[in-house]
């Protein structure tokens, strides 16, 4: 095999959380313009995603999900769903991801619950249901999407940087228990990137400005950043991978 042809994702199934925009539409692309057919869960919007994939040539599921709402056996179910219409499932994207913003001080409890179901439980059980299916198929790639909250503070997201540190460490505990049944498991760290999440941010200009002033790049990242990190993680040329957390930051934690 060459080394392009190992970045190929010709015959393989992704699911994708979070697929209808931002960093989820993106990585969706990427892996389908790598060959990949595409499951994409979603709670509001999926159908420009699913129309540019099947533009691609692509197979799209799309699998309706309320990730706040979501129980064990309706993620399970979600799993099941893929393997139900697409045959099979090789790689899984955890990027679904909420932020609530206040002090730590005014943090509710509400607020808390929910950044924590949609960014960790949900993202845990998810994958203990897909890598029940990787483990019978005899392998698969699991790509968490971090943040620099992994690493770091922040300001103001208390439950969102809990749950990017546990992103971080369950990353590592499933590719500890999951290696040795040939499933990968790695993160993605995006940086400052440009989506929803981050508009309060971009619309502050002194934010703006102290944010890009600590990016060596000097600009915010563009979700289509991610894709080529996605497809390497999903692809055979990333097999010797387990655990990794990638930052895609523009330099930031360099600083």
């Known amino acids: 095999m060459s080394i392009l042809d190992a970045f190929r994702l010709d015959d393989r199934v992704a699911l994708v959380t979070g697929v209808g925009r931002g960093l989820g539409q993106a990585m969706a692309l990427g892996l389908a313009e790598a060959g990949a057919d595409i499951a994409g869960l979603y709670h509001t919007r999926y159908k420009e995603t699913g129309s540019q994939v099947e533009a691609l040539g692509r197979r799209f599921l799309a699998v309706p999900c309320d990730l706040e709402q979501a129980s064990v056996p309706q993620l399970t179910e979600a799993v099941d769903q893929v393997v139900d219409h697409l045959g099979r499932l090789d790689i899984l994207v955890n990027n679904a991801g909420i932020i609530r913003r206040a002090p730590a001080l005014e943090f509710s409890e509400k607020d808390w ?142 600083r």
Not at 161 to 189: C, D, F, H, Y
Not at 210 to 228: F, H, M, N, S, Y
Not at 229 to 247: E, Q, R, T, W
């Open 113 to 254: 619950d929910a950044v924590i179901q949609v960014n960790l439980k949900a993202l845990f059980f998810l994958s203990q249901a897909a890598a029940r299916v990787m483990a019978q198929q005899g392998g698969g790639k699991i790509i968490h999407v971090a943040s620099m909250l992994s690493f770091q503070g922040g300001i103001r997201v208390p439950a969102y940087t809990a749950a990017k540190s546990g992103v971080a460490g369950l990353t590592r505990a499933m590719a500890n228990e999951w290696a040795p049944q040939g499933i990968n498991v790695n993160a993605i760290a995006p940086g400052y990137m440009a989506t929803d999440n981050t508009a309060p941010l971009r619309q502050d200009p002194q934010r703006n400005q102290a944010i890009l002033e600590r990016i060596p790049a000097g600009a915010w990242g563009d979700p289509a950043d991610l894709k080529g990190v996605v497809v390497f993680l999903a692809s055979a040329a990333s097999n010797y991978m387990h655990g990794a957390i990638v930052p895609v930051d523009g330099g930031w934690l360099a």
